[in-house]
């Protein structure tokens, strides 16, 4: 509890000293969660955050010219952010609005980051986007500052902080818009291809980069520059064929680069299948309007992560999309995880229907998703019928 006491003055400091205990304590490990804890300890952890991510809102309301806010301090302290998004078990008090606070400073200060800023400032907006944050505008407006800085500053990236801005711009997916991408991740991923000694965890980071911007750059039929980028993919694929995948996401990058790539999958690997209340939901709205349809859940497809419903008599997956698969959970902005699933079903021939998981109780959202699986299904009927197909008895 003296702890506690003593940071009650936090709001005094300035902001250098801020920045250095915040991302101290948090490199230290305070905030991470530990079980079993006493109450007594996460109380005082719980006040001891909400103290300093007040402080930090304090600095940020200043008069411009009574605040020192820096550009390493802003990198610094949205990294902070980011980490705790992360690792918390449930949301933060306070952590939303000290986001909103910060980003603005992002575009204001971007003549004035160096490299390692840049790499953590995009990181970490990508890591809050995906912990779903819900700034998806302000988050726009600070990497979109950034990006020009990347391809700017290409030379100076060393190979790690490269595999994260490859990351970092690609998990974001639609948020940002292709043409401001593209030529900060062609200097980047041809920096990384020149690159002989890499370690391995650059390479799983840097391979679903290349295979999100793939993924985005299919969707919009850029076939042209696609097949130059899948030989940057095959290189960096080569690179992993004989290691092995420490975790499920390791195995997932390695079977999604072989699936694009034609390649054989070295691994099985292990996905999870659940089934949503809004796929449940679909699903027997589905069935009760369409008695004769025939219907798959959660079904494994070339090595990728199983399809919440499969019509095999149409070739067409139907998704059911929740919040985790947009940018800030809008429902309106895909994420680049989502956007590589869709791409990868469309280049095996499947016909997609993606779904917001919020419009499955919404009677005319759904309608015309039905009808026209209906008139799919009467179509398919009718040419059985004429065929002599005893499927249409």
């Not at 007040?54 to 010219?65: E, G, L, Q, T, V």
């Not at 041809?190 to 980071?205: A, G, K, V």
């Not at 698969?325 to 990868?344: E, M, P, Q, W």
Request: hydrophobic share 40%; net charge negative.
């Amino acid at each position: 509890m003296r702890l506690l006491q003593n940071f009650a003055a936090t709001r005094s400091w300035n902001w250098r000293s801020l920045t250095t205990i915040f991302h101290s304590l948090t490199s230290a490990g305070v905030f991470t969660p530990h079980k079993p804890m006493d109450e007594r300890v996460k109380h005082t952890q719980a006040a001891l955050l909400s103290t300093l991510l007040d402080a930090i809102r304090f600095n940020c309301s200043k008069k411009a010219d009574a605040r020192d806010i820096d550009a390493q301090g802003i990198a610094n302290l949205l990294w902070v952010m980011a980490k705790l998004a992360d690792i918390a078990q449930e949301p933060t008090p306070g952590l939303n609005e000290t986001v909103t606070a910060l980003l603005p400073y992002v575009k204001a200060q971007k003549a004035n980051f160096k490299q390692q800023g840049i790499t953590n400032l995009l990181w970490a907006t990508a890591k809050l986007a995906d912990n779903g944050q819900e700034q998806t505008a302000r988050f726009k407006v600070a990497m979109a500052a950034l990006l020009p800085f990347v391809n700017a500053l290409k030379a100076n990236f060393n190979p790690q902080e490269i595999a994260n801005l490859l990351w970092a711009t690609a998990k974001p997916g639609e948020l940002l818009e292709l043409n401001i991408v593209t030529t900060a991740f062609e200097s980047l991923i041809y920096r990384i291809s020149e690159t002989p000694q890499l370690s391995q965890q650059d390479i799983w980071m840097s391979l679903w980069g290349v295979m999100v911007w793939c993924a985005r750059l299919s969707l919009i039929s850029n076939a042209n520059q696609n097949s130059v980028i899948e030989k940057y993919m095959d290189d960096l694929f080569t690179r992993l064929e004989n290691t092995s995948p420490n975790n499920e996401d390791e195995q997932s990058i390695i079977a999604l680069a072989a699936s694009w790539l034609g390649r054989a999958c070295p691994i099985v690997p292990h996905y999870l299948r659940t089934m949503s209340q809004p796929q449940a939901e679909f699903r027997d709205q589905l069935q009760s309007c369409i008695p004769s349809l025939k219907i798959e859940e959660e079904k494994y497809l070339n090595s990728l992560p199983p399809v919440d419903l499969l019509l095999p008599d149409h070739n067409m997956v139907i998704e059911i999309q929740g919040p985790f698969h947009y940018v800030c959970g809008d429902f309106k902005t895909r994420n680049g995880s989502t956007l590589l699933k869709i791409a990868l079903l469309k280049k095996a021939g499947f016909e997609i229907m993606e779904i917001p998981a919020n419009t499955v109780w919404d009677q005319d959202s759904i309608k015309p998703c039905i009808d026209q699986i209906k008139t799919r299904e009467g179509a398919s009927r009718l040419e059985s019928e004429s065929t002599g197909d005893p499927l249409a008895d």
